[in-house]
């Protein structure tokens, strides 16, 4: 009776590692196959981002080359696991970067990567504020080319301005919508300087289709030298759009630079 006994607890034995061999078997090929399942979705997401950039580069050089006033809409798609923070995905350079550097770059941070085109045009503008599809409007201002909302036209889409220490100095921005939907806007500054304090009037209002005048309230200080850069976000928010599925919300991106003199 040993010997049939023992026959079977060896046989039991070669059966649990048969079996304990497949589940591993099984398992290693679920990991790899998920491994590569991931890698296959992030190299096509990257594709995207990569035909969106280049589209974007392409057409800033084109409406570049042509000069003041010409533009053009671009369908560009944004993948999901894109990371749209200002820092991570910019157009021109992101808001950190010093004056010197050259905003010539369009940069989409996807799956941990960025996909990246340099133009010859200086740039301006912002990324959708969502994934999916969007269209984006890129125009020419003769020394640079702005990328943004099809939204609302800003105007001038980059502020450059100067005022002397002490003195309260102000701008006038304009938003032309161009859809005659109800268009909420909400302004805010990236940014801000104990020795120049920078007020936006209004920061948040309703329109529909009417232009709207935003006032900039520059207030340097005696202390207050150099010059000094913000970013002014606009935030587009739309009731019931009429222009196309993907434009309910939106955002863009106002460079501002100020000069103290004297």
């Known amino acids: ?144 080319v702005s990328i943004g909302s099809s939204l609302v036209e800003v105007s001038p889409p980059a502020v450059f301005h100067y005022g002397k220490k002490g003195q309260v100095s102000s701008y006038k921005l304009r938003l032309v919508p161009s859809v005659p939907d109800n268009l909420h806007f909400e302004l805010n500054l990236i940014k801000s300087y104990p020795h120049l304090p920078l007020t936006v009037f209004p920061s948040s209002f309703s329109t529909s289709g009417a232009s709207v005048d935003v006032t900039l309230y520059f207030q340097p200080s005696a202390l207050a030298g150099g010059t000094y850069q913000w970013d002014l976000l606009i935030n587009t928010t739309v009731a019931s759009p009429s222009c196309f599925p993907n434009c309910q919300n939106d955002f863009l991106i106002v460079p501002i630079v100020f000069e103290v003199r004297g």
């Open 1 to 144: 009776m040993q010997p049939h006994a023992n026959a079977k607890a060896q046989a039991s034995a070669e059966i649990i590692a048969v079996l304990g061999i497949m589940l591993l078997a099984v398992l290693t090929f679920t990991v790899l196959s998920s491994n590569l399942l991931f890698d296959f979705g992030s190299q096509k997401e990257q594709q995207t981002a990569r035909q969106t950039v280049q589209a974007l580069a392409k057409a800033a050089d084109e409406v570049y080359s042509q000069g003041k006033g010409a533009s053009t809409i671009v369908q560009i798609t944004i993948p999901p696991s894109a990371n749209l923070s200002i820092e991570k995905s910019f157009i021109g350079k992101p808001p950190s970067a010093s004056s010197e550097i050259f905003p010539n770059t369009i940069n989409l941070h996807v799956a941990g990567t960025d996909i990246y085109e340099n133009t010859l045009a200086p740039l301006a503008g912002s990324f959708p504020l969502l994934p999916g599809e969007h269209q984006v409007k890129v125009s020419s201002h003769g020394t640079f």
